[in-house]
Structures are given as structure tokens and as C-alpha cells.
């Protein structure tokens, strides 16, 4: 393991921060503006942060190894 | 009156549960000092060691800790034909044990092909087909989900018009909330052909990653923080999605609109295809692999400190995480699911929609 590879991870994990931060204050942005709608903001949410989270994952698995 | 009585029990509980940790405290490094034989060296604690021990597979089911454990079969295809034996004639840790064809020792919870002192050596290729401890707990796990379903299919045909009840009340409004939530937004009209599929693959992941949290005998593996688990969950996908896509899937990864962007589209549609399917394999392998990584981990900064004293912080934390994993447990089931879904959503879908 490059003695490098924690950083890398740490700075995939900044990005995906920041990104599910924008996902999840958005969407409670628009169930506060559109109750009605919660239903389908959290799916889109959860898939949102998911694609996200991917991208951080992939990351972090290429820095660790 | 009766109020104060409570509230002193409730000072009192306090008090006794700090009284709890002061006495143990009062013993640090207790359970090393036992186990540290007069004038051996002391071996310094490694967390990542102990970590990676814990995530990967093992040769023996470990029911209760490293002491009471079954002993699973050995199947190993060499060269020269199989051989079978039980794992328990690879313990203690670092016996060699003498085959028909070859000698086989324990290395790192992998089987390697030794010669008589113990030393690998390179002369026998051998494939392990082991049933080790994932694969028993996914045969126990399906059992588990045979017998679920079973019983209330059954109660369905024979309790037909009434209300659910029992074991159907429990698992009717989940499999209704794949129906409505998951596979018909996103699927679209032909959902029906891939229900099966997807509620399968939804109680698959989600067992195995309940059974995943229990640290004891039902669970105790680490099944989907198993990269070839979740690359045959994801080579399933990709397989129904590609095999099912309609003409306008592929007339949208191969003939993008304007004719010039042939040359970049192309490829890029192309790994696509291929990024989808690694994308689920690894969220789910990497989501549960860190879990169970960080809660090892919270419960070594025990050892790390080597006092008593951190016991309270760390258990409370492992608490907090093991909370939040089962949050993460059926999060990680349900995108899978999802995802595929809309994966599958996209391949079977008739119109193809012009983005302006």
C-alpha cells in the first residue's frame, strides 16, 4: 500500500462530503417547499447520493490497494 | 411520593453503572496480564491485522468467538485429482497436514501447497472450492429464505380473500413497496417479468447483510463484503440488462445523434455498459466491508490504549455505528435493487425520450 493511499481516501471522502451535503440539504429544501412530493424526492435522493457515493467508493478502493 | 422512589432507583442505576466502570478500571490490562506467559515477549497489537481477520473467509464456521467452532469440508482440485478432508485437520494454526497428493497448511486463512518442514513450495497447483464459512452461511440464509416464503405463500393459498396474517403481514407491505416503489416507476409497464428477480436479489442482500451484523453463530460471515459475491450479484444484472435491451437501447449506446460525435460517444457508451454493473459491485462490497472494518476498529482502540478506561467510549461508539449500519444494511439493499431497476428501466424501454 502507497503510504499516500489514506490521503487519497480522505480526499475522495471530502468530495463525496461535500456531494451528499448538497443531495440531502436540497432535497429537505424541496419537501419543505412540496410535503406532498416526499415520497418521490427521497427516491431521487437516495439514487442521487448513491451515484455519488460510488464515485467515493471507487476512490477510496483504488487508493487503498 | 412514588416519584421519588423512581427517581432514586434512577440515581442509583447511575451510580451503579459508574461504579462498574470505576471497578473495572481498577484492573487495567486484566485480560492480558492472565493470558501473558512469565518472560515471553509481549506481541504488540496490530488493529488492521485484527480487522482484516475478521472480514475475510475462513475454512471453519466460528459459532461463539475463535473457541467454538465446526469444522467445515476442504474441497481442493489439484493437478492429480481432488481431495477432501475437514478443516479441523489443519488445526492448531500452522500444522501441516498430509494428503493424498500433497501437504497442505493454513497461511493467512488460505490453503497453500507445502513441503514436509512447512515451507511452501510452488510444485502443486491447487483450486480451492472450499465450503468455507460464506458459503455455508448463504446456504443457511437461503434456507432461511425458502422457509420464509414458503410459509407465507402457503398461507396465501390457503387463507385466499382474507387478511394477511403472521408471517404475511410482515413480509406483504415489502414486497408491495418493491412493487410500487421500485419496480414500476422504474421499469415501467413490463415490470412484471422482473419481479422475481429483484425481490430475490432484495432479500438475498438483505439477510446476508442482517446475518453480517450479528457478530455470533446465525451470522458471524461476511458474505456481501465479499467481492466475488457481489460481482455475481452485479454479472446477473448486467447479464439481464444487456440481454433484455431493446433495439432502442442499443441504437442509443451505438448511433448517437449527430453523426461526428461517433468516435467519442461510442466508447464512452460502451464502458457504460460495463461501469453500471462495477458501480453496484463495488457500493455494496466497499459499503458493508467499511462497516464491519469500522466497528472492529472502535472496539481495538480498546487494545490500542491498552486501559479500561477506553472500554465505555469505544463501546458506546461501536453502538452508534452498529445503529447506523443496520440503517445502512437495509439502505444498501434497497439500492441495489433500485439501481438495478432503473438499469433494467432503461433497456426495456419503448419511447425513446428526446432530452431538449
Known amino acids: ?65 | 411520593m412514588n416519584n421519588s422512589g423512581i427517581l432514586k432507583s434512577k440515581i442509583f442505576n447511575k451510580l451503579l453503572i459508574c461504579a462498574f466502570f470505576l471497578a473495572l478500571a481498577a484492573f487495567p490490562v486484566f485480560g492480558f496480564s492472565q493470558e501473558k506467559a512469565p518472560g515471553a515477549k509481549e506481541e504488540k497489537f496490530d488493529a488492521g491485522k485484527t480487522a482484516m481477520e475478521h472480514i475475510t473467509d475462513k475454512h471453519e464456521w466460528r459459532l461463539f468467538g475463535e473457541q467454538v467452532v465446526v469444522p467445515l469440508p476442504v474441497i481442493l482440485y489439484t493437478d492429480k485429482g481432488f481431495e477432501i478432508f475437514l478443516s479441523s485437520k489443519l488445526k492448531p494454526a500452522g500444522t501441516v497436514y498430509k494428503g493424498k497428493y500433497y501437504n497442505y497448511k493454513l497461511i493467512n486463512d488460505k490453503i497453500k501447497v507445502v513441503d514436509q518442514a512447512g515451507a511452501v513450495s510452488e510444485t502443486g497447483n491447487v483450486w480451492d472450492f472450499s465450503i468455507t464459512q460464506n458459503i455455508a452461511g448463504m446456504w443457511l440464509s437461503g434456507l432461511i429464505l425458502i422457509f420464509l416464503f414458503l410459509s407465507a405463500s402457503s398461507a396465501y393459498k390457503k387463507r385466499a380473500g382474507k387478511g394477511p396474517k403472521g408471517l404475511q403481514s410482515f413480509l406483504e407491505p415489502v414486497i408491495l413497496f418493491i412493487r410500487d416503489d421500485v419496480a414500476r416507476p422504474n421499469i415501467g409497464l413490463k415490470y412484471e417479468r422482473f419481479m422475481p428477480l429483484l425481490l430475490t436479489v432484495f432479500f438475498f442482500i438483505l439477510i446476508n447483510n442482517l446475518f453480517g451484523m450479528i457478530p455470533f453463530f446465525p451470522g458471524g460471515y461476511n458474505l456481501t463484503g465479499n467481492i466475488a459475491v457481489t460481482f455475481t450479484l452485479a454479472f446477473v444484472m448486467f447479464l439481464v440488462v444487456n440481454l433484455n435491451g431493446n433495439k432502442y437501447y442499443w441504437k442509443h449506446i451505438f448511433s448517437p445523434n449527430p453523426w461526428w460525435l461517433f468516435p467519442i460517444m461510442i466508447p464512452v457508451e460502451i464502458v457504460g455498459i460495463f461501469s453500471k454493473p462495477i458501480a453496484l459491485m463495488i457500493r455494496l462490497f466497499a459499503n458493508m466491508l467499511a462497516g464491519h472494518i469500522v466497528i472492529v476498529s472502535l472496539i481495538s482502540l480498546i487494545f490500542i490504549f491498552n486501559t479500561l478506561w477506553m472500554s465505555p467510549v469505544s463501546v458506546a461508539f461501536a453502538v452508534f455505528i452498529d445503529v447506523i449500519e443496520v440503517l445502512v444494511v437495509f439502505l444498501q439493499a434497497y439500492v441495489f435493487t433500485i439501481l438495478s431497476a432503473l438499469f433494467i428501466g432503461m433497456a426495456v424501454e419503448e419511447h425513446h425520450h428526446e432530452v431538449i
Open chain 1, 1 to 65: 500500500m502507497s503510504p499516500y493511499g489514506p490521503l487519497g481516501a480522505g480526499f475522495a471522502a471530502i468530495g463525496a462530503g461535500i456531494g451528499i451535503g448538497q443531495i440531502g440539504g436540497k432535497a429537505v429544501e424541496a419537501i419543505a417547499r412540496q410535503p406532498e412530493a416526499i415520497s418521490k424526492i427521497q427516491t431521487n435522493m437516495i439514487i442521487a447520493a448513491a451515484l455519488v457515493e460510488g464515485v467515493a467508493l471507487f476512490a477510496v478502493v483504488v487508493a487503498l490497494l
